[in-house]
């Protein structure tokens, strides 16, 4: 077990932004942690990093309590949301300033910085002043300057926030390599799910201060413990599972909610739960369509279940108004405790 | 015009501002009581009522303008000078002011009443007003309790038993330190007094740029408690260090070591009211202001007639043998004595 | 719909777009024709005097051969060198010791804290005279402190110089530290920084144009002190402020007067340059935020800051305490005889006004003085906080920005002087006015607001005001909106200075002020001069009472900004 | 025509930010503008905004040369990409800031300002000090204040990157309907293609300081104009399209290729371009498998066209070495020309 964070609080006087969280991350492992807005998550990873008085809790990195220890001796690596860049300094500077602090020789150090840079797609930015960068050029200096003195657990903060799509996913695959082939520990903090997905061994959802819940981000994302975390993980609607008994053809979900045996089940879909089908027997009225470059989410009303939200192909033409049938596909679907 | 506005503002200093009602002014001078300007030196002071008094009797504002640096300010402005009248300026400086022209000779008819004596030059360039003397000062005290005979010349100073007793000023930036150096070459001669000083330089005299640190630091007659016994200072010195009441003062002055500085009032040339500026001289020389001088500015008045306050005749008589100086000479010789002395002594 | 008019060029824009330009340029002319006026018109006209003509006298042209004399004297080359390095270490030993104050002051929260500021900007505001007689009476061989052997030393001096500037160091770096976000210092130290390291190389970086403007106040006071130099210096230890001073009072010799002046401005000029060098390669944008959150309570972690600055409190407290004793010992014992005598205008006679009556007057002029130079630091700050995008531009603000430093860096006497010749014509008919007491109390004040404003100013991120802009804010509101709030509290403090300065302003006022409006500083200067234990007794009581209308002043401020940051934000509902 | 923005270039020293740019923006119309991090978005913004001045060309509203308007009097608003709060103001009064400027009466700006705080889910918070917001908190404030003096021109740079997926789609359709509500033109800075494609009437693609395509977003999505904004879009290989004939069902996009006759054609596939199929004829090897919650991308390798990415369900069971047949589905095509 590399950290261990115990029931952990954080308060900015009467506002208790981090609310008795318990966490884990093993050595190597790579936490996600997901959350709306203002719900903790750069207050929690302050904490961790020694920046932020802990007002209840413990947090210990290989059993030690880190309460004792100052955050420069811990040996994490921050990146904090807003980049946080010495605006003294130039993006080179920047950079290698861990490894200056570290004692590394002064080759050595411009070595790595220009990988770093070449790794984040800045090789030949390292003179550059900081204030000329752009937003998304920030924050992959910021990135690199965390990445350099490889810590023993690093913290991101929305690393690739500002970036777009391509840049996004070839970094996330180059800080997932980085970060894996050092044995690093790492938490972040991202709004992308995908991105969780992509690289996270663990995915934490947090909301208004608490972890509501923890585990592998496909057991997360089959099993969410609640509704608010079905929700948040993209199950647009929850219904009573004996609403939904009838439709279901799947009989290992059919067993599970029969086992359950509770009438006040519920479950939760996913706009993929439900299928256009001609052969399918629910009964839905097109509201709305939002097109997205490779699908299209149509807004269906179904008598007794109210709004659903359902997922078609690019090129499938449904328009507002049409009546469509609709199977149920047991993969949206999950059972909420 | 904005020095006459500022001025009639202020009761302490032109009392006439409101009394220039009709029954107090001389006739057919008007009821506008005409503005004249006093040019002096920072410890200018005169008790306001005697101010009052004149400038109702005389219908005149008097604005008194206080400079530091009185005689170089005076040859600065000589094109445009600053006032009337300058009171102030000393034997020690007069005549580089004199030789640039600044004042304009007047002749009071008041001077018979003593002033005559300091005349500076026979046009009555300037009229003396006051004089004081610059003294080794001595405690009383100190001397009575080592048992040590204090010393009563400037030859003494230079005597092993007074070893490391003596604090003066610098020549270069003290009035005193240079009154004192006057005196040492009154005393010594043009010739002597860099042999003279070179005794006192081995015999231990302490230097201070400043007269306050000298005499309110290392004095030990004076409240700072120094420890130094013998100090440069005023002759008027001792009456300050006494006691109300006090019989004697704790400290006195070595009679042997006195330069005489005297103060002269002048008109200036290019005065926009000479007239007035003469009556300013002659106020300076009345009985009212004399007899205010030793209380105001702790100098002696020229007038041998004036009245001195008690304690005055108590602990400050005016020593008989005073060191002077020709003011030609020192004007001519000032500033190669000041560099030589400052060479030996500083260097 | 979007009920917005429809977008046309108006003449006014045109018109607009003039006055913006004009009034930047009138923001800048406006302190350059008052500083042309009544500082550089008064010291060039007399620094010429000096020069034109043999022996300064005649019309024969200019004479230069001052130059080769005085340069060719041994002893110019000492004092010129005395001067530097004094100043130097000086400055250097007070921004060494002032960051840790500063950041006690204004980086930590304690019990007292305002109390405290003030107390350490009291000593700027005490005359020099008095200050180096309390010096002096710790040092001399008699006195408390006599064993260290100090009296005499050039220590006395470097002491002293420390003691009445630290404030200036502590105040100029603690405003700027006070807003400094400080999560790039975090950032540092999660990088393995300790928090010595992330404070040199992050913090200190960035507080760097502070740092270097309160240390090229400090070089610049102590460069020209006047004061310290003759009590402490006994003479032995000369700068060129004492001997201009002994060539223009005592040698009456003008012409050297003025080539020593034109020396002291040059290296001082010299030295103006390099530090605002050392300001524009430092100077970057920085995160400034106001009214963030309490500051942090002293806390173990900082005993060598406290360490520090409780040293440095003990020896600034050691001659205010002796000021105090001198000021209540009276010849009839301890009491409150001296502050009564000042009350009165005493028995000598010998004060024309009360004590009260000189601080009325002090605290008059220097109001109207602060009143003038935080209109003329602003107005200048304005135009110096400007980055323009041509290379030209960007040097005539540097070289403006020296310029209106001189001020610091010339002899009193000088500007005295030259204030006597100059000024005696209309429109400049100005001798003996009253007002020119305040002018010239401005002219030492405004660099001063300059300096602690403009490194505020200028860290600011421009994007705010092109935020506050583009919501529809003209010019002259974004700067009523943006900038003035941000340097509020600077400009608070700013203010408090610029009253502490004029209200101990010396030098230039003893040229020029009156006497019935005589000052406290100009009163004390007068008693100290007399002899007589009541005398020094009723200077060093007046000396207390301007300590203690100085202190009240900055605590007052200090208190009136700190308050009003727990307040709503400005201009909410 | 609201604004037009002609042939304009702005250059950083010898550094050419943006390039020759002609854009449109018709009155009410929003336009998304896309582009890799450091091409010269938030310059483009800048420039418009009247904040950096323009080179070459000429930026005009509704025929209006804008060179002699000021910025206060053009009455465009500009969310900055990194908020640009007022650090001395609370948040209600960042947001009333334009309103107070306005000369709007005090009650009507309290309203306004309690209106706009609510939208962006910051209800309560108006008392708040900038300084203890969360970075999303902190953003939501930036754009509730652009919004608040409605200003007729809209600049939004990444107005919703720090925010998490669903608060940043209930806020799009928010700020979707109050620009379309105000007849409010708009251009924003976007990093994800689903938010361009949300909103956006238009969307302009811009590389290295230059417009590469403008038009509708199926417009650009169906028919990028070349590899680029291919790649750029979502397109992840670019085969020659005679490589690709022989496994075209589609009748029209087989017409249009045969027409084109030129046999340097190339066609862009997206990962739906693929579609695992038993009966299908292209024969593959799984490399790895991407999964993403609710589907997965695998990196397959087909002989003689190289890697290629085939979107599968979340639930199809492929692992990597596994050789899988795929049929090639029109939808995901697009002919370059
Ligand atoms: N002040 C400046 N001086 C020099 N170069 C600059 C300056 N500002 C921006 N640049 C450069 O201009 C280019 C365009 O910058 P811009 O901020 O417009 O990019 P962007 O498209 O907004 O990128 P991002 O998505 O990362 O915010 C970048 O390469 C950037 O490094
Ligand atoms: N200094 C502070 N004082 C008071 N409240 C604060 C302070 N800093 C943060 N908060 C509040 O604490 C809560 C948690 O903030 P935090 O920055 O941890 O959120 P977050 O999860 O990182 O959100 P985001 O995704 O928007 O960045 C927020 O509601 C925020 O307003
Ligand atoms: C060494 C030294 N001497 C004097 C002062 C006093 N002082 C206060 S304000 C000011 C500027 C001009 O008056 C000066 C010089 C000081 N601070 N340092
Ligand atoms: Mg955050
Ligand atoms: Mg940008």
């Known amino acids: 077990m590399a950290l261990r964070v115990d029931g952990v609080s954080v308060t900015y006087g009467p506002q208790v932004a981090v609310d008795d969280v318990t966490l884990e991350v093993s050595s190597g492992e790579i936490l996600a942690l997901l959350g709306p807005s203002g719900c903790g998550k750069s207050t929690l990873l302050r904490a961790i990093a020694g920046l932020e008085p802990v007002r209840h809790g413990v947090i210990s990195y290989d059993a030690t309590d880190l309460a004792a220890i100052p955050l420069h001796r811990r040996g994490f690596g921050l990146m904090f949301q807003d980049g946080m860049l010495f605006p003294q300094q130039n993006v080179g500077a920047n950079v290698g300033y861990g490894l200056r602090v570290a004692g590394m020789n002064k080759a050595d150090q411009r070595v790595r910085v220009l990988e770093l840079l070449e790794v984040v797609g800045l090789g030949g930015f390292e003179s550059r002043q900081v204030a000329t960068l752009s937003g998304g050029q920030a924050q992959r200096v910021a990135l690199a300057r965390a990445l350099a003195p490889t810590p023993r657990l690093m913290l991101l903060d929305e690393p690739l926030a500002a970036l777009d799509k391509s840049l996004r996913e070839s970094l996330l695959i180059d800080l997932g390599s980085i970060l894996r082939t050092t044995g690093t520990s790492a938490i972040f903090v991202t709004h992308d799910q995908g991105e969780a997905f992509g690289i996270a061994d663990s995915v934490a959802l947090m909301n208004d201060g608490r972890i509501r819940q923890q585990g592998a981000p496909r057991e997360v994302w089959d099993n969410p413990v609640d509704e608010w975390v079905a929700r948040f993980v993209g199950y647009t609607s929850v219904l009573p599972a004996s609403l939904l008994m009838p439709y279901l053809s799947d009989s290992e979900l059919r067993t599970s909610v029969m086992q359950g045996g509770d009438t006040s089940q519920r479950m939760a879909l996913r706009p993929n739960a439900l299928r256009p089908d001609p052969a399918g027997l629910i009964n839905a009225l097109v509201q709305f369509v939002t097109l997205a470059p490779d699908h299209a989410l149509v807004r269906v009303d179904v008598r007794g279940w109210g709004n659903m939200t359902v997922l078609v192909d690019a090129d499938s033409a449904v328009a507002p108004g049409e009546h469509i049938t609709l199977r149920l596909d047991s993969a949206g679907c999950a059972l909420i405790p | ?347 | 719909m979007n009920d917005k008019p429809p977008l046309r060029a108006h003449p006014e824009d045109r018109v607009g777009k003039l006055l913006r330009r004009m009034g930047l340029v009138l923001a800048a002319l406006i302190p350059l024709g008052i500083f042309a006026a009544f500082f550089f018109y008064p010291v060039v006209a007399l620094v010429g005097r000096g020069l034109v003509g043999p022996g300064g006298g005649g019309p024969t042209g200019i004479d230069l051969t001052g130059f080769a004399d005085v340069v060719g004297r041994p002893r110019f080359f000492k004092v010129a060198w005395f001067t530097l390095w004094q100043a130097a270490v000086s400055a250097g030993l007070s921004v060494l010791l002032g960051i840790p104050g500063a950041h006690l002051l204004y980086r930590r929260s304690f019990r007292g804290r305002s109390a405290l500021r003030a107390l350490v900007t009291i000593p700027f505001v005490l005359p020099t005279v008095v200050v180096g007689l309390a010096f002096r009476t710790l040092f001399a061989s008699s006195g408390p402190l006599g064993s260290w052997g100090l009296d005499g030393t050039v220590w006395a001096i470097l002491l002293a110089q420390v003691f009445l500037n630290y404030a200036v160091v502590v105040r100029t770096v603690g405003t700027t530290w006070a807003q400094l976000d400080q999560r790039p210092e975090e950032a540092a130290q999660a990088l393995g920084a300790s928090p010595t390291r992330a404070f040199l190389t992050i913090t200190l970086p960035a507080l760097g144009p502070a740092i270097a403007a309160a240390g090229t106040l400090v070089f610049l006071f102590c460069a020209t002190s006047f004061g310290i130099m003759v009590v402490l210096g006994g003479g032995k230890f000369n700068s060129l402020e004492t001997e201009i001073f002994r060539q223009t009072t005592q040698m009456l010799d003008l012409r050297t007067a003025s080539v020593l002046s034109i020396v002291q401005i040059l290296l001082v000029g010299t030295v103006l340059g390099i530090a605002a060098r050392i300001r524009h390669r430092t100077e970057s944008t920085l995160r400034l935020q106001s009214h963030v959150g309490a500051k942090p309570r002293v806390s173990a972690a900082d005993w060598p800051v406290v360490l520090v600055t409780g040293v440095v409190v003990a020896l600034l407290v050691a001659p205010m305490v002796t000021l105090l004793g001198r000021s209540l010992h009276t010849e009839t014992g301890w009491g409150f005889g001296n502050f009564d005598a000042l009350a009165s205008t005493g028995d000598s006679q010998l004060l024309i006004v009360s004590g009260w009556t000189a601080l009325g007057n002090s605290a008059s002029a220097a109001a109207i003085a602060a009143a003038l130079a935080i209109t003329l630091g602003v107005l200048l700050s304005m135009v110096l906080a400007r980055k323009p995008r041509q290379a030209a531009a960007r040097r005539s603000l540097t070289v403006l920005d020296g310029f209106f430093m001189l001020p610091l860096g010339v002899s009193a006497a000088t500007v005295g002087f030259g204030f006597l010749i100059a000024l005696d014509k209309p429109p400049l008919d100005f001798r003996g006015s009253a007002l020119l007491v305040p002018i010239a109390q401005a002219m030492v004040a405004t660099p001063l607001v300059v300096r602690m404003i403009l490194p505020v100013l200028r860290a600011t991120d421009d994007r705010l005001r092109q935020a506050a802009g583009m919501l529809g804010a003209s010019p002259v509101r974004v700067w009523l909106t943006v900038d003035l709030p941000i340097m509020s509290r600077a400009l608070a403090g700013a203010t408090a200075f610029a009253f502490a300065v004029a209200l101990g302003e010396f030098g230039a006022t003893s040229f020029v002020a009156r006497p019935e409006r005589i000052t406290l500083p100009i009163l004390i200067g007068r008693l100290i001069s007399r002899p007589g234990a009541g005398n020094l007794g009723m200077a060093c009581a007046a000396a207390i009472i301007l300590a203690a209308v100085c202190a009240g002043a900055v605590f007052l401020v200090d208190r009136s900004v700190g308050a009003r940051r727990g307040a709503a934000g400005i201009g909410a509902f």
């Open chain 2, 1 to 347: 015009a904005i020095v006459a506005g500022c001025a009639s503002s202020d009761p302490a200093v032109s009392a006439n501002s409101a009394a220039n009602s009709p029954a107090n002014s001389p006739a057919g001078v008007g009821s506008k009581p005409a503005a004249v300007t006093l040019v002096t030196h920072n410890s200018f002071s005169v008790d306001p009522k005697v101010l009052a008094d004149f400038e109702v009797a005389n219908n005149l504002t008097v604005t008194v303008l206080a400079q530091d640096a009185l005689a170089n300010q005076l040859v600065l402005t000589k094109d445009n000078p600053l006032g009337d009248v300058s009171y102030g300026i000393d034997n020690t400086f007069a005549s580089r002011a004199v030789q640039a022209g600044v004042f304009s000779p007047y002749t009071s008819p008041l001077l018979p009443m003593g002033s005559d004596k300091y005349a500076f030059d026979a046009d009555n360039s300037l009229t003396a007003v006051d004089f004081g003397d610059v003294c080794v000062n001595v405690d009383h005290a100190w001397f009575s309790a080592k048992g040590l005979a204090e010393p009563t010349s400037l030859e003494d100073l230079i005597k092993p038993e007074y070893k490391n007793l003596l604090v003066g000023q610098s020549a270069a930036t003290s009035s005193t330190g240079l009154a004192f150096l006057l005196a040492t070459i009154g005393h010594s001669g043009v010739d002597g007094w860099q042999k003279y000083w070179t005794a006192l330089k081995a015999n231990g005299i302490k230097i201070e740029a400043d007269w306050e640190s000298s005499y309110n630091v290392d004095f030990s007659g004076s409240s700072g408690k120094g420890d130094r016994p013998l100090v440069v200072s005023y002759g008027s010195s001792p009456p300050a260090e006494a006691p109300p009441g006090a019989a004697t003062a704790p400290t006195g002055i070595v009679a042997g070591t006195c330069f005489r500085q005297v103060e002269y009032v002048g008109v200036l040339a290019g005065a926009k009211n000479p007239q007035a500026a003469h009556k300013v001289v002659d106020f300076m020389l009345s009985p009212e202001f004399q007899a205010g001088l030793p209380q105001q500015m702790y100098v002696y008045p020229v007038d041998k007639a004036t009245t001195l306050p008690a304690d005055w005749v108590k602990f400050a008589q005016a020593p008989a043998d005073t060191i002077a100086l020709d003011p030609v000479l020192i004007s001519k010789d000032r500033d190669v004595w000041i560099q030589d002395w400052s060479d030996l002594v500083e260097g």
